[in-house]
């Protein structure tokens, strides 16, 4: 991590993604109908115990770090502190903003939500990943299995999710369509924001 990353363009653009992102996963929670496996887990655990999301994002990324730091430390940068212990203080601000102004009843307005909620979430997840300013703890526990099992990185993700989505099945979150879309579309929709707004976005930077 350098110091004169935060005068970079790519620094604040990393910055507006994750703003970007967690926008995305709050709209997933106002939808009710479920989010990605690991913001799911979290929720859960915040739900079942009491938590804030904040608290729980920030022991959980904070195991993953440790781990991180001495399995994967190439890959970390100012993202993946921005992502491990923000985040979700910026997802529970945006969720308490969003729930204030509309709360979506039945079901058409709730696919709505989460078909926004998974396009936000692409787009944020897309930046971030374009700035190559450090990748997610979470991220990172994928690459860490990959890199010391004979697993290819899909197989190690399946894995990673699989664990989430048990975790939060067992404490009775919410398993849904937005599980399913996060699970199996975010990967093409977040290759079509780079193609689209990335990699245009930071050629020059």
């Known amino acids: 991590m350098r110091l004169n990353d935060f005068r970079t363009r790519r620094f604040w653009l990393m910055m507006l993604a994750l703003v970007i992102m967690s926008a995305g996963i709050a709209l997933f929670r106002l939808a009710r109908l479920g989010n990605d496996p690991f913001t799911g887990m979290c929720f859960a655990i915040s739900d079942r115990y009491g938590f804030s999301l904040g608290a729980v994002e920030m022991v959980?990324?904070?195991?993953l770090f440790a781990v991180m730091l001495l399995a994967?430390?190439?890959g970390i940068g100012w993202g993946t502190l921005f992502n491990a212990f923000g985040i979700g203080y910026t997802v529970e601000f945006f969720a308490h903003c969003f729930e204030s102004l509309y709360r979506p009843e039945g079901l058409v307005p709730q696919v709505v939500c989460c078909v926004a909620a998974l396009l936000i979430t692409c787009l944020g997840c897309s930046m971030y990943?374009?700035?190559d300013l450090g990748?997610?703890?979470y991220d990172a526990a994928a690459l860490e299995l990959?890199?010391?099992t004979p697993m290819k990185f899909f197989l190690c993700r399946m894995i990673t999710d699989g664990i989430c989505v048990l975790v939060c099945w067992q404490q009775g979150g919410i398993l849904g369509l937005g599980t399913i879309l996060a699970a199996f579309c975010m990967g093409p929709f977040i290759s079509m924001f780079d193609r689209l707004v990335s990699k245009p976005l930071f050629r020059n930077c």
């Not at 959980?60 to 195991?63: P, S, Y």
């Open 60 to 63: 959980v990324n904070g195991l």
């Open 72 to 74: 994967l430390r190439r």
């Open 129 to 131: 990943m374009g700035a």
């Open 135 to 137: 990748i997610s703890p």
């Open 146 to 148: 990959e890199q010391y």
